[in-house]
């Protein structure tokens, strides 16, 4: 008897503590998860959060597999111990390990009472892999065994997700509408409205994305997050709607909510930026400085950073000061926050750019006038392309276009880039299409011209300048095939004459002067090592005009390879002589008719190759 009373009193603390070890491991994630919940309502930061529940996490998986390890006595049960750990890896994002405990539970416990969450757990785990097939496959079992979670919310959303990424956006909204005509759950209708609204949003169909919020439940403060964020998807709708008024009095209404104290400095931020696009600056950078001053949820903070250097930019002016918002917008912004840290990074660079090219126009000869509209077409483009601020952009091209010393080449392609802007991101495809017009009329013989005809979808009609320089160029090619690439005075020519009629159209001018100087390097001359005076005379052209080209990088190669730095050194110098050392020059052509010159001499005297034209 006492035998069997010590094995009993063995059998029975076994389990007390196979009981105990795996009852603290679900505690520690019933209290990750509580957290989680907290900061969800309080819009607290999330890499904040991740901190608090990670350890909380890892001891749940300590514990689980502590389980699995020590105690196979509870094997029966250990059912609860995989699926313990198959949860707090999914919510560290640890996916594939996560899948792996999943599938051991359906193997082994086909029976288990956890499986049909396994199932939904292996077909979002999937999904967040990108393995949508497997995950297609997984929701479809659920469907055909447990046909009673089709209510699952999880699973609605989860089936949406896969129709985006297997059928399109489009059969995913079909989907969730008539999920949602069926349902009468408040919460499941809030959480499918909210969603119907991020894909319409995301389309631009903001009218058909508003028109779900015009059958809400009524408010529930139990409820109160999942109110949030559909009526915060209203606010954001009513102002890309340009119902800006509107917008101002529902996010009034917002604040007044105590239910939505921690969302508030996020609603303050969507009422900012409304009252900035009203053209109420004063109004939205006080705003803005309460935002900062309150402080609460960092990615909130990093945003404004982000929208208050654009009023700097774009209004203000002041790029200095909004270089170091930006930075301190960046250090705000989560790293999971990939698209904004992106737009970020994009716009210091702009500016960076812009303010190099503006150090640049201002070292520019202020008598040269295409110098001028050349920086400041780069500098617009900067600013719309880099530095992703369209308005400012506008008004360098603006003023280009409205200038009188603006070269036409330079109007044509600014005026290109307004029509652009007013299409892609103005949505004003009137104004566009009539500047696109004006461009076709008034400016043909430019290749905005005839891009101009492709954005209208009309049939290409014009010969711009680009495509005369290829005819030039294509003409003087055949002129050097026809002569085996040998020295032909034609095809020098030729190449001469497409990139003095066409400098504007510097690859192909660039292609010209380097293959006239290669060809002229070709002549039955003597050789002795050095580049001949007329080539070394084409390169330095080439290279004072383009200066950034490959064929300028090729003839710098060319020049050094036969020791012709000196010469180009004192040629550079003799174009800055003064008319006494013109007279000596003239003196020493006198000398080179007697015969009495030098062969260095001979070298150093530079024909003018533009005489013959």
């Known amino acids: 008897m006492k035998g069997l009373l010590l094995v009993f009193l063995l059998l029975f603390m076994g389990g007390c503590a196979y009981v105990n070890t795996l009852y603290n491991g679900a505690e520690a994630f019933r209290r990750a998860q509580r957290i989680e919940r907290q900061g969800a309502r309080m819009s607290r930061d999330s890499a904040v959060i991740a901190r608090q529940t990670e350890p909380l996490y890892r001891r749940a998986i300590e514990k689980a597999q502590k389980v699995l390890l020590e105690f196979p006595r509870s094997e029966r049960a250990h059912d609860n111990a995989y699926f313990l750990k198959g949860l707090s890896l999914f919510a560290l994002g640890e996916y ?23 199932l939904l757990k292996l077909a979002r785990a999937n999904a967040r892999v990108g393995d949508f097939l497997a995950s297609y496959a997984y929701v479809n079992e659920i469907l055909e065994r447990f046909p009673e979670m089709a209510s699952n919310q999880d699973l609605v959303m989860l089936r949406a997700d896969l129709a985006i990424e297997l059928e399109g956006t489009m059969a995913a909204i079909s989907a969730l509408e008539e999920r949602l005509a069926q349902t009468t759950d ?10 119907l609204m991020t894909l319409n949003m995301n389309t631009g169909d903001y009218e058909r994305a508003l028109s779900y919020t015009e059958n809400l439940p009524n408010f529930d403060r139990r409820l109160a997050q999942n109110f949030y964020r559909v009526e915060f998807r209203k606010l954001q709708c009513l102002r890309r709607l340009y119902r800006r008024r509107e917008a101002i009095e529902f996010a009034t209404l917002m604040l007044s909510r105590p239910a939505y104290l921690y969302n508030r400095t996020e609603i303050m931020l ?12 004063d109004e939205g950078i006080r705003i803005f400085d309460e935002i900062i001053a309150i402080g609460g949820d960092p990615r909130v903070r990093g945003r404004t950073w982000f929208e208050f250097a654009t009023v700097n930019i774009d209004i203000r002016g002041l790029l200095d000061t909004a270089e170091i918002q930006l930075d301190s917008a960046l250090a705000l912004t989560p790293r999971e926050d990939e698209e904004l840290r992106q737009r970020i990074t994009q716009r210091q660079e702009g500016l960076r750019n812009i303010r190099n090219l503006r150090a640049q126009m201002n070292e520019a ?64 495809t009137i104004t566009s299409d009539s500047i696109f017009n004006s461009i076709i009329l008034n400016y043909p013989q430019f290749e905005a011209a005839k891009a101009a005809q492709e954005q209208l979808g009309l049939e290409i009609t014009l010969m711009t300048r680009r495509d005369s320089a290829n005819v030039q160029f294509a003409v003087a090619e055949q002129l050097m095939i026809d002569n085996d690439g040998e020295f032909s005075q034609d095809a020098y020519h030729a190449y001469l004459l497409t990139a003095l009629r066409f400098p504007d159209i510097e690859d ?12 002229a390097n070709r002549r039955a001359t003597t050789r002795d090592g050095v580049l001949d005076t007329t080539v070394a005379m084409v390169f330095l052209r080439l290279c004072d005009l383009y200066p950034e080209s490959e064929q300028c990088k090729a003839a710098q190669e060319m020049m050094n390879i036969n020791e012709a730095q000196a010469f180009a050194q004192e040629h550079a110098a003799r174009l800055e002589a003064t008319a006494a050392e013109l007279l000596g020059n003239e003196a020493r052509r006198e000398d080179e008719e007697d015969g009495t010159a030098t062969p260095q001499e001979r070298r150093a005297i530079l024909p003018d190759f533009q005489s013959w034209i």
């Open 270 to 281: 969507e009422k900012a930026i409304t009252l900035i696009d009203m053209g109420r600056f």
């Open 365 to 428: 000869d202020p008598f040269e006038p295409i110098d001028s509209a050349y920086f400041r077409l780069r500098i617009g483009t900067q600013f719309w392309l880099s530095a992703l601020l369209p308005d400012s952009a506008m008004a360098y091209f603006g003023t280009l276009v409205e200038a009188r010393q603006t070269p036409d080449s330079v109007r044509a392609i600014a005026l290109f880039a307004m029509a652009y802007i007013y299409r892609d991101i103005k949505n004003d």
């Open 186 to 195: 408040p919460r499941a209708r809030l959480i499918i409205i909210e969603r």
């Open 508 to 519: 192909v001018a660039a292609r010209a002067l380097f293959a006239a100087g290669w060809l």
């Open 96 to 118: 594939m390990s996560a899948i792996n405990d999943f599938e051991i539970l359906l193997e082994f416990f086909p029976e288990s009472r956890f499986v049909p969450r396994s």
